[in-house]
Structures are given as structure tokens and as C-alpha cells.
């Protein structure tokens, strides 16, 4: 029997369903190649303007309506890409630096380059990231509470623990490392996590970026006598909630827009 009204099961689908946007159609498209992989709003354009202008190699070079990306080795277009978030970040325009590289990977999965990771979201470049579904035999789920200090969405509840792969370790490796910062998992339980899949979401995002990224989900069960306790800073405190509570909580917009995705997800599988 499902713990879920069908009229609630339906409103959880509906966010899956519109949790990718496309980008404004006023946004510069960035190329690689012949691929689209990034936008910039139009405030922007000014400053990578300027960037093009001064920099004797620069990362980005106009053609027509768009920006190219230049096809350089990983290293040097790394290297030249870290300039511009540096100049981003100089112009104000590269709002929660964080001093930690992501990588961005084609569609055959290699590596072509690595920057700043508050830059992605300004030039509306695809990162990733793990969300962890923490749930026990009850039918129970727990969430943490953004502290308030957070860049992005303070106060807001999100999953047992998630975070964006930076750019030298696994997937697996974020699971274990986010599990562990966030909410005390040790090592051994993290490892018991079950892959379960993949979601691709895309919005624009305060002030002026766009956030596209794929959310890498697992679940993990939790003992009954599990208390999760904060590492990092960055979880005010946890709640421990019935599945169709954790329903609720996403209809009235308490989760951050990626956990409510994940949480949704993962209610329609279980509850």
C-alpha cells in the first residue's frame, strides 16, 4: 500500500519532470567544438568582453552570436580557464569561491578541462554532484538543515548529505567524504551506499548564473539507533521524518530545489 496520496505522488512527479530548464533564449551560448556546454546572462557579457581584450591567450573567443571554447590541451585550457574565473571572481561575478577545482568531462567521458568551481555555475558549465537518500527500516527519512550561513540556500533542508565532486576524486570518494563532513557516517556503513541513479537539473540561480548539473543519488539505510552529527559546518541540524512528512515538506518548498528532486525520487520508489 502506498504511503502516498495520488494526487501527492503526482506533484512529486511534476518536479522530476520540470527539474530541467533550458537556459533563457537571451543567454550567450559557450561552444565546444560544435557543442553547446555553457550560457552566460547578458550583464555578463561586458566583463568577458574585457577578459577577451586583455588576455593574450584567452580561454573564450567570439565567433558570430556565440562564444568558442578553445580546443586546447586539458592542462593549458585548464590553466587559461582559471585566469578567467580568477578575472570573474575580480569583477564580483563568481559569487562562494571555494578555492576547489571542477572538472568538466565530454560526452565520451574524458577530462577536458578543470577551474574554479563558483565559475561553473557563472558560465552555466555541467558539473556533478552526489545526494545520499538516508533512510531507515521504519519508513523514515532524514534530512539535514542548511546552517545559515551557507552560500546557497541557507536554511534550507537538504539530504542526509551531498556535495559537488571536485575535481580529483570519484564519485564514490564524494559519497564517502560528503557522508562523513556532513552527518558523522563512518566509513564502513558509507560503503553499504546502493547506487540508484541519476538526475539532470538545470536553473537559473541568484545572482545571475546557471545552475546545470547532474545529482549522482544513492541510498543508504540507517540504523534505527543512528543520530547523524554535523563535521563541517555547513548542517545547522537534522530531522528524522515519516516518508509522507517528507512529502509534504517538499510540496510546501522547504528542500533545496536538487534535494527535492532526489527526495521525490526516491519517495516514488519507496513510499
Not at 541519476?198 to 546545470?212: N, Y
Request: with cysteine.
Amino acid at each position: 500500500m502506498s504511503l502516498i496520496s495520488a494526487t501527492t505522488r503526482a506533484a512529486l512527479e511534476e518536479i522530476l519532470e520540470t527539474a530541467l530548464r533550458p537556459a533563457p533564449s537571451n543567454w550567450q551560448s559557450i561552444r565546444f567544438g560544435t557543442e553547446v556546454i555553457g550560457h552566460i546572462q547578458p550583464d555578463y557579457l561586458g566583463t568577458i568582453e574585457a577578459y577577451i581584450a586583455n588576455s593574450e591567450t584567452p580561454a573564450l573567443v567570439r565567433f558570430g552570436d556565440y562564444l568558442q571554447l578553445e580546443k586546447l590541451s586539458p592542462y593549458l585550457l585548464s590553466q587559461e580557464l582559471q585566469e578567467l574565473a580568477e578575472f570573474l571572481k575580480k569583477e564580483g561575478l563568481a559569487p562562494g569561491w571555494r578555492n576547489e577545482s571542477f572538472a568538466w568531462f565530454d560526452h565520451l567521458g574524458h577530462e577536458r578541462f578543470r577551474m574554479e568551481r563558483a565559475a561553473f555555475r557563472s558560465l552555466g558549465l555541467h558539473s556533478r554532484a552526489c545526494h545520499i537518500n538516508g533512510y531507515t527500516e521504519n519508513q523514515e527519512i532524514w534530512l539535514g538543515l542548511r546552517s545559515p550561513t551557507k552560500a546557497t540556500d541557507p536554511n534550507m533542508l537538504d539530504n542526509l548529505a551531498a556535495g559537488g565532486v571536485s575535481a580529483d576524486e570519484t564519485l564514490l570518494q564524494c559519497v564517502i567524504r560528503e557522508l562523513w563532513e556532513e552527518s558523522s557516517v563512518p566509513k564502513e556503513l558509507a560503503r553499504l551506499v546502493e547506487p540508484v541513479g541519476h538526475i539532470h537539473v538545470s536553473r537559473v540561480v541568484e545572482p545571475k548564473g546557471l545552475h546545470d548539473e547532474s545529482l549522482y543519488t544513492y541510498d543508504l539505510e540507517l540504523p534505527l539507533d543512528f543520530i547523524p552529527q554535523n563535521n563541517d559546518g555547513e548542517v545547522a541540524d537534522f530531522i528524522k521524518v515519516p516518508f509522507s512528512q517528507a512529502a509534504n515538506l517538499i510540496l510546501e518548498g522547504a528542500l533545496t530545489p536538487d534535494a527535492a528532486a532526489v527526495t521525490a525520487e526516491f519517495l516514488l520508489r519507496k513510499a
